[in-house]
């Protein structure tokens, strides 16, 4: 009988799950607390949104109601879950980073996006002095065009 129970503690101490560590997200930003975003391509500004009481509005390139839910696509970025990061190192360029893909402004917040993990489809984004790495897929939103964001 006592051996049973060892066995049957030692059998649930080895099945258990494990607590998984949180995940960091890219930014400590809520969605729920971003007014105004940013997304430039190539040193010029592409889509400038602002929130007002009406909801999300597009500013640039042409004034006009955002579709929420797109909106929150972007927003959804500040959250992206964290692969790696580590300092910036004195070295950019190693990255992309010299001269990003595209920075996304979350109110005060500069995000630059640079190069493509080419093995594993992951991006490196620089936030602050860190490289965070995070899926591929965050980065194409910012590729899309500023009428995707406009409310049909």
């Not at 040193?43 to 009406?54: F, K």
């Not at 839910?69 to 959804?76: E, K, M, P, S």
């Not at 493509?116 to 991006?123: I, K, S, T, W």
């Amino acid at each position: 009988m006592l051996l049973a129970c060892v066995v049957a503690v030692l059998l649930a101490a080895t099945l258990w799950p494990e607590q998984q560590p949180e995940r960091m997200a890219l930014t400590d930003l809520s969605g729920e607390r971003i007014a105004t975003l940013r997304v430039e391509r190539g040193d010029r500004l592409a889509i400038e949104l602002q929130r007002s009481d009406a909801g999300w509005q597009l500013r640039y390139p042409k004034d006009a109601a955002a579709e929420d839910r797109r909106v929150q696509q972007l927003l959804a970025i500040a959250q992206a879950p964290v692969r790696d990061h580590f300092p910036a190192g004195p070295d950019p360029a190693r990255y992309g980073l010299q001269h990003p893909q595209a920075v996304l402004q979350l109110d005060g917040l500069r995000l630059l996006f640079g190069d493509r993990d080419p093995a594993q489809e992951l991006r490196y984004v620089q936030v602050g002095g860190e490289i965070r790495v995070i899926d591929d897929v965050y980065f194409n939103l910012l590729t899309l065009p500023a009428q995707h964001f406009a409310r049909d």
